[in-house]
């Protein structure tokens, strides 16, 4: 599957005070980042649930990005401490059953950083390319099909 | 059924230029349940409006899409749009394909795709949406202003004016802020304190104001319309209600050498003190850092000669609360100073300057206080080490400010103008003297500014170098100034006996603090962020709290006022009604499966989880269970990620919206 | 000490509970069933035994017996089961009467599978003698043989490459068939609706694919993060013969690693989900 053209699927989960008005400023300041990233809002952090990670890579995504406000700057006080203490646990469970770091990736990105959003994006996309297709989960998924 | 429209926008060429409208437009259609898409140049402008409105009628439309800006932008626009059409708001979303598409992408091809993408995961969002009506809370009309510098006070005498009581917390023992200390202002060059002080008296005596002065907000609790406010008020040592203000004990206090800080250091001050004396309340605080009591535990001649017995030496910080229904912050700014260590990795500092080594080589405030009248040297302009009339002042521009590689990115703003000042006041007062300025660009936009710095050069002969300057050292008393003449390209070196730095204007140190303790953001210089910079630039993204003044911005006094004034109208404008209609994005529980872990009411920031008792017919209990106060409730979601079996649901954004947006990927 | 069976008359006798969650003899020697004893004459078929594997925590939120008054047979290692129930509001602490085992160890099957052997859960036991209860009873075991080999399993699994691990879970959860024995066994899986139960939207799939079990077992193992306390039901009565707990202890040891936390020794401890340290490990965040 080491197909040259292949274009990474990366699914971002954002909180919607933070990464999602960072990206906006990413946006007004006209900086460019590559295409791969689908973004999906929510309030808060602490609204992303583990669920939707396995969701997305079972939805074909080749990354997994989450991202909210730095601690301590969760327009809800503290969802983001909460989410953070969750994804410890979590992102070392995907380590245990073999989705490593470089398919699901952390960051804090804050409303005015918007410079922070496009390296990152640029980044896991890199990084993902790089990587290749998620052909262990999507072989997964295949079983799935043929079933219907 | 759903029967979803979606309606592209191109923004002009905003979205336009790099992605296909008119195509994804076509391709919308085609998706599951979509029957009616059109794409438009203007979506937001009225015809715009009106074709989302009459394809709902048309169409039988129940949900909408809109592709279009981010939705911190319009969502509210096209909401509204729908609702004039029948549709019930919350049954329309927002596709960005602006801010997150076509403005951060080169590629036509993969922006379109990427539209079209959005579009799709938005249709099949929104397929699960429902129904929702504003949640309606009652509103607490009081307000709290924090800071008590000239923002503050303007924004307590507005919403004051207006009828309605207003809790003003200042940190030091007096307010007047750093106008206070000003000695004339641009561009009229009247007396500071002489506009001021006549305001500090009003805000003292205005019946609909509570003063908290040597007091610091500690929590804050609630949300728009209804916060509950924790009041720090630091240990006077006085006896506010006894003492008259006599300034007795100031006197016959034996401490005589402690750095004033209202006097920049120029100055000492007793233990027991009034900051100035306009002071707002006229009522002295003890130093218990310098205070001999406090040290050794003997002295107390302040208590002796009081008359009223208003020293107390147990006093102990008191927390006092309050409730109020918004919010306004104008904590105001802090020069930078180049002498300590840079307080945070931003800055490198400007060492070879002196600041701080030299005596005579000092900063904007410093220089405000000599010029003073109320000053220590009376208004007099004279040299800190020696007491000596300066021959030759050298003014020095952009200390900090828009240095990328030594200060901070950002332009202060107002030294400029006050540098232009300062140099008038000194030649003013010194009629042999000569001025420099070393400046970058003469930044004067505003009513009366250009002109104003025209007259420092013209009629005031105060000579500016277009220049930054490298070294200052001392020599034989003089100070060198070693620098540069851009516009002459040569080097320049003056011989000065005193040097006066615009230093930046910085953020409070304690902004952050403070910011996280209200829940609003802040950007990395710690300056409070405003919701939107041209729309909104009065109101935090936290509903119920506005900035006003230096907080947000480096800011003079006329901007600080009109900002105090409109977010004062921001809270005016909340208090105009009894009740405060509310997004309905709160949590729901799904009594049948919750079996009351309460691990979200673990997670809740805002303790709206409460129990209830489910009871079967012959009112047995059955369970106790999760239930949501809707009025405490923000909308985070974070029980919704934390709940196991998803029996607490965030409305508006729940586990089918979400998945099926995923799945859509 | 007295025996259990004194014990259990004396409850009743005193009126401490209504019922008695024990073990009792099972029809094969050298096997114990789980029992419910609620009469004085039923007493007499309590036993105690190194065959008392099964961990009868799992029966106290089942809803026959929600808010009566129970006493139950409980080893240290269910104990901490009981401890993590109070904490999470699923039995009250006056509600419960804790028989506690002093237990040098139970056996890791019963008659004819591994038999002989030490169950791996008591050879890291740190509660051979009950940290909570209400009236100690002991029992009487020799001492058995066995190593923990899934500790060594873990570490092999963590040195892998991430290929590796998951081309080695993928052929584990393979085998799952979704009878969800491992939830239904679990003292701490008490939902009433499980996740995977849920339909709207429904983000396990049912049927037993790779990915409708993988993304099960994930989940399982991560509503159990922090809580479970490693009691091993899961594993013992998994059909497949999945080794649950490879991931149930990796997940203990990242919450001591991490977070310096065990779950299930103190129930009015913070748990841990629910809360946060203001100063929790981010270094992989970006």
Known sequence: MSDSKFEPKIMAFVCNWCTYTGADLAGTSRMKY??????????????????????????????????????????????????????????????????????????????????????????????????????????????????? | MMRIGVFVCHCGENIGKTVDCPKIAKEAVKLPNVVYSIDYKYMCSDPGQNMIKQAILEHKLNAVVVASCSPHMHEKTFRKACAAAGLNPYMCEIANIREHCSWVHDNVEEATKKALDLIRMTVERVKFNYPLSEIRVPVTRRALVIGGGIAGIQATLDIAGAGFKVILVEKEPS?????????????????????????????????????YTYSEVENVEGFIGNFKVTIRKKARSIKESLCTGCGLCVQKCPIKKAPSEFDEGLANRPAIYVPFPQAVPNIPVIDRTVCTYFKTGKCQLCKKVCGRDAIDYDQKDELVTEDVGAIIVAT???????????????????????????????DGLQFERLASASGPTSGEILRPSDKKQPKKVVFIQCVGSRDPSKGFEYCSKICCMYTAKHAMLYKHKVHDGEAYVFYMDIRAGGKGYEEFVRRAIEEDRVK???????????????????????????????????????????????????????????????????????????????????????????KDIPESVAMASAAASKALVLFGNEMLEREPIVAKVNENTCVGCFYCKKVCAYNAIELKEIRDKKGNLVKVIASVNTGLCQGCGTCNATCPSKSIELIGFNDEQIYYQIKAL | ???????????????????????????????????????????????????????????????????????????????????QLIAENQIRRENVYVVGVKCSGVRRGFEGHDSTK???????????????????????????????????SIVKLEQMTANERFAYWEEQFERCIKCYACRQICPLCYCERCIADKSMPRWIETSPTKRGNFAWNIVRAFHLSGRCIGCNECERVC???????????????????EFGYESGMDPNAPTLIGTYDVKDKEDFIR
């Open chain 1, 34 to 148: 590559q295409s791969n990233v689908r973004m999906i809002r929510v309030p808060c952090t602490g609204r992303i649930d583990p669920m939707f990670i396995i969701k997305a890579f079972e939805s074909g995504a080749d990354g997994v990005l989450v991202s909210g406000c730095h601690p301590g700057d969760c327009h809800y006080t503290a969802g983001n401490f909460h989410a953070r203490r969750r994804w410890i646990l979590f992102r070392q469970l995907l380590k245990f059953v073999g989705i490593d770091d470089d398919r699901v990736f952390f960051s804090w990105v804050s409303a005015s950083e918007g410079k922070k959003w496009v390296d990152v994006i640029n980044e896991i996309t890199d990084t993902v390319r790089t990587k290749g297709p998620f052909v262990n989960y999507q072989n997964l998924n295949k079983e799935f099909t043929l079933n219907g």
């Open chain 2, 175 to 211: 307010i007047g802020g750093h106008m206070s200390q000003l000695s004339e202002t641009f561009p009229t060059l009247d007396c500071s304190q002489c506009i001021l002080t006549p305001r500090m008296v009003e805000v003292y005596q205005h019946p609909n104001v509570k003063l």
């Open chain 2, 332 to 362: 105001g700014y802090k020069l930078y100073k180049i002498d300590k260590k840079a307080r945070d990795s931003l800055v490198k500092g400007y060492g070879e300057y002196g600041y701080g080594k030299y005596k005579d080589v000092i």
């Open chain 2, 464 to 554: 500016y170098i277009r220049g930054r300057v490298s070294r200052i050292y001392e020599k034989r008393g003089k100070y060198i100034v070693k620098g540069e003449d851009t516009l002459s390209g040569v080097p320049v070196e003056i011989e000065a006996d005193m040097v006066v730095l615009a230093t930046a204007i910085v953020a409070q140190p304690e902004a952050p603090k403070l910011a996280q303790t209200l829940g609003i953001p802040y950007d990395k210089y710690g300056f409070y962020a405003e919701v939107h910079p041209k729309l909104r630039p009065v109101e935090s993204s936290s509903g119920g709290i506005f900035l006003a003044g230096a907080c947000q911005s480096p």
């Open chain 3, 1 to 83: 000490m007295a025996d259990i069976i004194s014990i259990a008359k004396s409850i009743f006798e005193n009126q401490k509970a209504e019922m008695i969650i024990g073990y009792a003899k099972a029809t094969k020697e050298g096997r114990t069933r789980p029992v419910v004893v609620r009469t004085l004459d039923e007493v007499k078929e309590l036993v105690l035994n190194s065959f008392c594997l099964n961990n009868l925590s799992t029966y106290l939120t089942r809803k026959e017996n929600k808010g009566k008054r129970v006493a139950i047979v409980a080893k240290g290692c269910d104990i901490k089961a009981i401890v």
């Open chain 3, 118 to 152: 030490i169950a791996e859960k008591c050879i890291t036991c740190n509660v051979k003698t009950p940290h909570l209860f209400d009236e100690l009873v002991e029992m009487k075991g020799e001492e058995l043989p066995g190593t923990d080999e899934k500790a060594e």
């Open chain 3, 239 to 257: 059909p497949a013969g999945i080794p649950l707990s490879l991931i149930n202890r990796k997940m203990a040891k990242v919450a001591k690693s």
